[in-house]
């Protein structure tokens, strides 16, 4: 009886497996099946996803470059209407100038002039005071021979201006120049970053010589021709010769320049510099030395 019970326990084991294969089977293919159904859509509804998301974007870099390019013409549009207002309105000055308003313009022009006169007037007499010190301050007897001889020349560039003054029926009085105010300042840091004794100070002092030949150069060219525009042609005279030897000053530096301080200064420089630093001699070129005040009546 035992043995029986157990070959029917061990039957039942078997049917039950067979069941229990059968029922696992089928699951696993619809699962497979289930697992690609999902799969398969979801595929497509990426691509489909992904072409939405590309194509709105391109769509969108369109846009933002019709966007871009808008401004841009929009801005170009207004260039090219400035520069039609701006052709429209040359001829319409030049029209105003030919007006009937020459008398007031000559009395304007001639108080520019002494306006002018007055500053440069001021500025040289400064630079007979910054001279003595640029030259006591230089290192190459060649650089203090240029300082010295212009500051004689100097002098009768004021007395010039003083008879170009006296041709106007004006006193000789001087204006403020803040340039050449400037201009000394710049000087003076020169000297005091500068060690005594170097040809790197030369250089910058020519440097700084030559900025207030050329400030000198502007202003004497500029009053020559307005002298000549109003009929002044012994004051446009006086005015030519100085402006000439402003020019003949300048040139004299610049040969200086390109003959041997730049490159001394170099090899000073790769030695590690020479000389001693500044006195308070050579840092005494404030501006009160240099200027004379606000006005300044002829000396
Ligand atoms: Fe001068």
């Excluded at 320049?257 to 404030?286: H, L, P, Y």
Aim: net charge positive; hydrophobic share 40%; proline share 3%.
């Amino acid at each position: 009886m035992a043995k029986s019970t157990g070959k029917k326990a061990a039957a039942k084991k078997g049917a039950a497996k067979k069941v229990a294969t059968k029922a696992a089977a089928p699951k696993k293919g619809a699962a497979k099946k289930a697992a690609a159904k999902s799969a398969a859509p979801k595929k497509g509804a990426a691509k489909k996803v992904a072409t939405k998301a590309v194509a709105p974007k391109k769509g969108a870099a369109k846009k933002v470059a019709t966007k871009a390019a808008a401004p841009k013409k929009a801005a170009a549009k207004k260039v090219a209407a400035k520069k039609a207002a701006f052709k429209s309105a040359a001829p319409k000055k030049l029209a105003v100038r030919s007006k009937p308003t020459v008398i007031n313009d000559e009395a304007l022009l001639q108080e520019l002039f002494l306006d002018h006169l007055k500053d440069i007037y001021w500025a040289e007499k400064s630079l007979t005071k910054a001279l003595p010190k640029m030259r006591k301050a230089a290192t190459s007897p060649e650089l203090q021979q240029i300082f010295e001889q212009h500051l004689t020349v100097t002098e009768g560039q004021i007395g010039r201006l003083e008879q170009v003054f006296e041709l106007l029926g004006k006193k000789a009085q001087g204006k403020k120049c803040d340039a050449m105010e400037g201009l000394s300042k710049e000087t003076e840091s020169v000297i005091s970053d500068t060690p005594k004794g170097s040809k790197t100070r030369d250089v910058g002092l020519i440097i700084a010589a030559q900025k207030v030949e050329h400030y000198e150069i502007a202003s004497y060219g500029g009053l020559a021709t307005l002298a000549a525009v109003m009929g002044m042609s012994e004051a446009k005279e006086l005015l030519g010769q100085t402006l000439a030897e402003e020019k003949e000053a300048d040139q004299l530096l610049t040969q200086l320049a390109e003959s041997n301080i730049n490159q001394e200064a170099a090899e000073e420089g790769e030695e590690g510099g020479s000389g001693e630093s500044e006195s308070e001699d050579d840092k005494s070129m404030d501006a009160d030395e240099v200027g004379e005040g606000e006005e300044t009546s002829k000396a």
